[in-house]
């Protein structure tokens, strides 16, 4: 399995070089060499996850087959501030956002956000605990060690955006995201204990915000979610790259990804109709 990074975001799985005029024929050679390999060593399938757009890799070798799911992201229309943004949404979407984003004055909260050298050790602890936190509530498995984030703040520090909330100076919850010149990823979150409507806040309004702030084009605030469409994330597509050993196997899985294809097409349409800006 082609998953890393190990996080739900599209990018190259194969990588090959920019000198090379015909990418696309290299990509689905090497594919063929894994798969070949694979066959080999009598491994039941093979899978790339979070591909750009497969089809013309499934073109070149019918044995492939494409799955296609939806994510929900926010895209940054050069808005000049979040109220600038909250403009272009409908008058009963606007008040529902302006509601949620009271949890933080109602609560006495106050938002920080730290990046690089300004994340400390006692902010990765308590993070940790909040990571541990979420995972146990929603029956979970805690497979990120404390080492790991520890290892990320080393290696990564300049690209991770720390957001934590706190009550009379004392840390309730933190939400995690990385960065690039053009994204911001939302991944973790956790609190101590609920405060309504601290979620949106830490995880899709901050980031928003940082967003426009620092002119990042996309925010992706990790899988599923519908809830998220009702606050400017809008449904994309997202695809994924399989061949499975037994054929018959394969053709019936093949068969129902076709009929899944549709069915989220037609979702993403459906979706698209209740998008929260004026002009819908």
Same mark, same amino acid.
């Given at each position: 399995?082609?998953?890393?990074?190990?996080?739900?975001?599209?990018?190259?799985?194969?990588?090959?070089?920019?000198?090379?005029?015909?990418?696309?024929?290299?990509?689905?050679?090497?594919?063929?060499?894994?798969?070949?390999?694979?066959?080999?060593?009598?491994?039941?399938?093979?899978?790339?996850?979070?591909?750009?757009?497969?089809?013309?890799?499934?073109?070149?070798?019918?044995?492939?087959?494409?799955?296609?799911?939806?994510?929900?992201?926010?895209?940054?229309?050069?808005?000049?501030?979040?109220?600038?943004?909250?403009?272009?949404?409908?008058?009963?979407?606007?008040?529902?956002?302006?509601?949620?984003?009271?949890?933080?004055?109602?609560?006495?909260?106050?938002?920080?956000?730290?990046?690089?050298?300004?994340?400390?050790?006692?902010?990765?602890?308590?993070?940790?605990?909040?990571?541990?936190?979420?995972? =146990? /509530?929603? #029956? &979970?498995?805690? @497979?990120?060690?404390?080492?790991?984030?520890? +290892? $990320?703040?080393?290696?990564? %520090?300049?690209?991770?955006?720390?957001?934590?909330?706190?009550?009379?100076?004392?840390?309730?919850?933190?939400?995690?995201?990385?960065?690039?010149?053009?994204?911001?990823? =939302? /991944?973790? #979150? &956790?609190?101590? @204990?609920?405060?309504?409507?601290?979620?949106? +806040? $830490?995880?899709?309004?901050? %980031?928003?915000?940082?967003?426009?702030?620092?002119?990042?084009?996309?925010?992706?605030?990790?899988?599923?979610?519908?809830?998220?469409?009702?606050?400017?994330?809008?449904?994309?597509?997202? #695809?994924?790259?399989?061949?499975?050993?037994?054929?018959?196997?394969?053709?019936?899985?093949?068969?129902?990804?076709?009929?899944?294809?549709?069915?989220?097409?037609?979702?993403?349409?459906?979706?698209?109709?209740?998008?929260?800006?004026?002009?819908?």
């Amino acid at each position: 399995q082609s998953a890393i990074p190990f996080t739900p975001v599209t990018g190259e799985r194969i990588i090959v070089s920019d000198a090379l005029k015909d990418k696309l024929s290299k990509k689905v050679e090497i594919i063929n060499r894994i798969i070949k390999k694979t066959k080999k060593i009598n491994v039941s399938s093979l899978h790339f996850n979070f591909l750009p757009q497969p089809n013309n890799i499934k073109q070149q070798n019918p044995e492939l087959l494409v799955r296609q799911g939806i994510q929900f992201h926010w895209k940054n229309n050069n808005y000049k501030s979040f109220d600038d943004f909250l403009k272009t949404l409908s008058s009963r979407k606007r008040k529902v956002i302006k509601k949620e984003r009271l949890c933080i004055d109602s609560n006495n909260l106050k938002i920080k956000l730290l990046i690089g050298d300004k994340i400390t050790s006692e902010h990765w602890d308590f993070f940790y605990q909040c990571y541990l936190n979420t995972t =146990g /509530r929603k #029956w &979970g498995s805690a @497979y990120l060690t404390k080492d790991f984030f520890l +290892e $990320l703040s080393k290696t990564l %520090a300049d690209k991770i955006l720390l957001i934590i909330a706190l009550k009379e100076e004392k840390m309730v919850a933190s939400a995690i995201n990385f960065l690039s010149s053009t994204h911001l990823y =939302g /991944r973790l #979150w &956790g609190t101590m @204990y609920d405060i309504p409507y601290l979620h949106f +806040e $830490l995880c899709y309004y901050q %980031a928003i915000e940082y967003a426009i702030a620092n002119n990042i084009k996309i925010v992706e605030a990790g899988a599923q979610g519908e809830h998220k469409l009702q606050r400017g994330y809008m449904p994309e597509k997202i #695809w994924s790259l399989h061949w499975i050993k037994d054929q018959q196997f394969s053709k019936a899985i093949n068969k129902y990804l076709d009929q899944e294809i549709s069915l989220t097409n037609k979702q993403k349409k459906d979706l698209e109709q209740f998008a929260p800006f004026k002009n819908n």
